[in-house]
């Protein structure tokens, strides 16, 4: 499923109008557009997020209908890339507050 969703991705990029597109460019695009296709293309959901330095913000994407994962970096200039993805995602529940 991974290469399915490379493959994808690769796809929508090169077809997106980018002449003369490189690999660096294959898995970055503007920042609305890519969560659009995350959330109707493959139907994943944003499972949480955090800063990463002061113009960056890393997200999980989770598919949970086929245990596909994203992580997605966005910056502050309105773009994100596609820096890793996966499968098998598994959520681990947290431990009860002993207190």
Same mark, same amino acid.
């Given at each position: 499923?991974?290469?399915?969703?490379?493959?994808?991705? =690769?796809?929508?990029?090169?077809?997106?109008?980018?002449?003369?597109?490189?690999?660096?460019?294959?898995? =970055?695009?503007?920042?609305?557009?890519?969560?659009?296709?995350?959330?109707?293309?493959?139907?994943?959901?944003?499972?949480?997020?955090?800063?990463?330095?002061?113009?960056?913000?890393?997200?999980?994407?989770?598919?949970?209908?086929?245990?596909?994962?994203?992580?997605?970096?966005?910056?502050?200039?309105?773009?994100? =890339?596609?820096?890793?993805?996966?499968?098998?995602?598994?959520?681990?529940?947290?431990?009860?507050?002993?207190?």
């Amino acid at each position: 499923m991974r290469s399915l969703l490379a493959l994808t991705f =690769c796809a929508l990029a090169i077809g997106s109008g980018s002449e003369g597109a490189t690999i660096s460019d294959l898995f =970055c695009d503007d920042s609305a557009r890519l969560e659009k296709q995350l959330l109707t293309i493959h139907g994943a959901q944003k499972l949480g997020r955090g800063m990463r330095g002061p113009d960056a913000l890393l997200e999980v994407w989770i598919a949970p209908n086929s245990g596909d994962w994203t992580l997605v970096q966005s910056y502050a200039n309105g773009t994100s =890339c596609i820096v890793a993805m996966g499968e098998h995602w598994e959520e681990i529940a947290s431990k009860a507050d002993p207190a």
